[in-house]
Nanobody, 120 residues
Framework: QVHLVESGGGSSPAGGSLTLSCQAF????????MGWFRQAPGKEREGVAA????????IYTDSVKGRFTLSRDSANNTQYLHMNNLKPEDTGLYYC?????????????WGQGIQVTVSS
């Protein structure tokens, strides 16, 4: 059964760094996309980053370009979102996604969500 296990997150002062991890279980192949969404309080959920093994493409939403880096350990079906120079507006609940065909791998499996809080 497909499921995602997220870890990492927590709190950071502005300018700090955090890393989120997400391991996917139950997939029979390794060429599925993996990504991250986030939802800030009172705001809509937005795509943050995604990695597409088939095309070797990694995408980021504009607000995190140059600060976040998404990497993947295909052997373990694990992705890592390295978040640097964090800003208070990065605060939110971050969700791992995998296997979907929508933007940022939407439409497939979702994790439970993990909290990131950045203080000013």
């Amino acid at each position: 059964q497909v499921h995602l296990v997220e870890s990492g997150g927590g709190s950071s002062p502005a300018g700090g760094s955090l890393t989120l991890s997400c391991q996917a279980f139950g997939y029979t192949s390794r060429d599925f996309c993996m990504g991250w969404f986030r939802q800030a309080p009172g705001k809509e959920r937005e795509g943050v980053a995604a990695i597409y093994p088939r095309s070797a493409l990694t995408i980021y939403t504009d607000s995190v370009k140059g600060r976040f880096t998404l990497s993947r350990d295909s052997a373990n079906n694990t992705q890592y979102l390295h978040m640097n120079n964090l800003k208070p507006e990065d605060t939110g609940l971050y969700y791992c996604t995998a296997g979907g065909n929508g933007g940022y791998c939407d439409g497939g499996s979702w994790g439970q969500g993990i909290q990131v809080t950045v203080s000013s």
